[in-house]
């Protein structure tokens, strides 16, 4: 549990080879303005994937009738927010979001911080211990969360923090791979700038805060993005941990109304889905590049 | 090793209390890491092995000493235990179906983006990779709808076609083939993603040498891109396995388990065993999950090291 702030996480990629420069590369690729037909496919792919978000949201603008209707309508016939109304209203959506926004950004905030602290004591300095360290964080990367769950639990319970706030972000403000990332990161910075600092006279943490952390920037940028969409996603661990309703995450909300009293309220649900997935697709509608760029170097989704 | 200079400019003079103030703050920058690690990471880790020989139960909570050590009984339990037999054939369909079926769309998809096509790339592959960022709740919840029989999205679409689609969600023979077909759907992009950078590092030069040496599209892609692309396909492979080994979300929200208890899952059994409160052998099920795991990742660095 306390491994993965992404769930279901991987090693890094095997990093591609070499960047062959592939403009123009007019030979293979000449028939390219007559393959009207891979376009063809391609989009009833794109319709295919997307389609299930489209009727998503249509649907959650839907009444309860018209969504049991057969067959099924595609555009609302009487659009209308009452099931969102109800959502916030009735269920205390507002409470969930509320606090899945405040543990992601917790979670998101302390492994920026620790784990590039980590990284760049790994990567730049020497210190007694540092082989340990290093062996041990890697080697618990590839653990899965499902093998920490039982005695986590029973830890968080035992420090009295079960249906607390704190119990849902403590376990996951520290991650292995936030730590390989930011090593990885910093590796590949000059070790003279450490030595300029220190001919200038500045302290080694500020050093680090002050010339390091500053050209962080592409690597921060990577760790925070997947880190609050692993935070906001993850299901598990809130599950066993929120307990009341006033500690409900977005997904423990979802999933326990899907499967509770209120399975059969389709709207409802259809709306919960939305309120869901909607903030998360606009930050990564807006951060697509850098999002797409850190699968493809770390393999982690 | 404190000894060791592993600066590459050479030429510093460090004394003994530069050395220590770097390793002062070396330390200091650690041990917030280090501190949360040991308590959430490392002993978890080490108390779950533990528990797995104990017969720990919800309510020695508060008594962690009065646990008996009772060796190895709690695996030989989930072994000889119908269901979980049953959830670990449902999980090894689960992964052996839906992990190549998800490799060959994602390498589809990757070589249409890459090869194919000159305009829109981007656009395609963004629209296939949305699905991976969601909530797998929020998108079992919404499947479960589109899957519904009848009056489902799914069913109504194959109608048009004149096929009378499934029960897909309550027939025991079809729920798993339906995870299947959503997890693809969410997790392909992933996949392409990876393959699109392992494509793209192919050199173009290559391609057009043997197009000069007359070889067709296939035997290019069969030839010349199959075999650079080995590791990244081997990674994608096990990464892919580990995931769908744990999958838990998928049957919790759209089948519970059933029907029958076709589309329980490793995961959520050992969920299950630990909502009974039996915490013993819920710890010694994840670390078989655990083991299994890691002779797949012991697989892919073999196949690895053999190649390089």
Redesign the interface.
């Known amino acids: 549990m306390s491994v993965d702030t992404a769930p279901r996480q991987t090693a890094p990629a095997p990093a591609p080879k070499a960047r062959a420069s592939r403009t123009g590369s007019g030979m293979v690729g000449a028939s390219q303005g007559s393959r009207w037909w891979l376009y063809l496919v391609l989009v009833v792919a794109l319709v295919a994937v997307i389609a299930p978000f489209v009727w998503m949201v249509l649907g959650s603008f839907k009444g309860e009738g018209e969504l049991r209707q057969v067959p099924p309508t595609w555009l609302p016939q009487h659009a209308s927010l009452d099931n969102y109304t109800q959502l916030f209203s009735k269920l205390n959506f507002g409470q969930f979001f509320t606090n899945s926004i405040v543990v992601a950004v917790v979670v998101t905030a302390g492994n920026l911080v620790f784990c590039s602290m980590l990284g760049y004591a790994l990567a730049m300095l020497d210190f007694k211990g540092k082989k340990v360290i290093f062996v041990a964080v890697m080697g618990t990367l590839m653990i899965p969360g499902v093998v920490t769950f039982v005695p986590l639990f029973v830890l968080v319970a035992n420090a009295g923090l079960i249906d607390t706030i704190p119990g849902l972000f403590l376990p996951f403000l520290v991650s292995p791979f936030g730590v390989f990332l930011m090593r990885q990161f910093i590796l590949g910075l000059p070790r003279d700038l450490l030595d300029a600092g220190r001919v200038d006279g500045a302290g080694e943490l500020r050093i680090f805060f002050r010339i390091i952390l500053p050209l962080c920037g592409p690597a921060l940028a990577t760790l925070g993005i997947l880190t609050f969409l692993g935070s906001w996603n993850n299901f598990l661990w809130p599950l066993v941990v929120a307990q009341s309703e006033d500690r409900y995450t977005l997904p423990v909300a979802l999933a326990l109304y899907s499967t509770g009293q209120n399975s059969t309220n389709y709207g409802l649900l259809l709306a919960g889905a939305t309120v869901v997935i909607i903030p998360i697709l606009v930050v990564f509608l807006i951060f697509q590049k850098r999002f797409i760029e850190g699968i493809a170097t770390t393999g982690l989704k | ?2 000894t ?1 200079q ?4 050479g030429a ?1 003079r460090r004394d003994d209390s ?2 220590r ?10 041990i ?3 501190l ?2 040991l ?7 080490i ?2 092995l533990f ?1 797995s020989i104990t017969d720990t139960k919800a309510r020695d ?1 508060r008594h ?1 000493f009065s646990v008996n050590v009772i060796g190895l009984d709690n695996f030989a339990k989930a072994l000889s235990d119908p269901i979980f037999r049953q959830a670990a054939g449902n999980t090894a369909y689960f992964v052996l179906v839906g992990m190549p079926l998800t490799l060959v769309v994602a390498l589809a ?1 990757a070589v ?2 890459d ?4 305009r ?1 790339r981007a ?24 899957l519904q029989d ?4 799914i069913n ?1 679409a194959l ?1 048009w076609v004149g096929i009378t689609g499934p029960n897909w969600l309550g027939d025991p023979s079809w729920s798993m083939p339906s995870l299947i077909l959503m997890a693809t ?1 969410r ?1 392909f992009g ?1 996949a392409m ?2 393959f ?3 494509l ?6 290559l ?2 040498a043997a ?2 040496d007359g070889a067709g599209a296939w035997k290019r892609f069969r030839h010349v891109t199959m075999p650079l692309l080995r ?2 396909l081997l ?2 492979m096990v ?1 892919t396995a ?2 769908y ?2 999958f ?2 998928e049957p ?2 759209m089948t ?1 388990g059933g029907p029958l208890n076709s589309t329980i899952s490793l ?1 959520m059994y ?2 299950q065993q ?1 909502g009974f409160g039996n ?1 013993g052998l ?2 010694a099920m ?2 078989l ?2 083991v299994v ?2 002779i797949v ?1 012991a697989i892919q660095f073999r196949l ?1 090291r053999e190649r390089t």
Request: aromatic share 16%; with cysteine.
């Open positions: 090793m404190t060791v592993t600066g590459t400019t510093r530069s050395r103030r770097e390793g002062r703050a070396a330390w200091i920058l650690a917030p890491f280090c949360l690690f308590a959430f990471t490392a002993w978890p880790v108390q779950s528990m909570l962690p998809a249409a983006l090869k194919g096509i000159a829109f656009i395609f592959r963004l629209g296939f990779y949305m699905p991976v960022i969601t909530s797998i709740v929020a998108v079992a919840v919404v499947w479960r709808f589109l009848p009056g489902g999205l109504t109608g759907w997790n992933t993603i990876i699109l950078a392992g793209q590092a192919v050199p173009a030069e391609h057009e197009a000069i590791p990244t990674f994608v990464t580990i995931g080994l744990q838990f979300e919790f929200v519970k995961s050992t969920y630990f915490y819920a710890s994840s670390y999950i655990f795991i890691a990742t690895l």
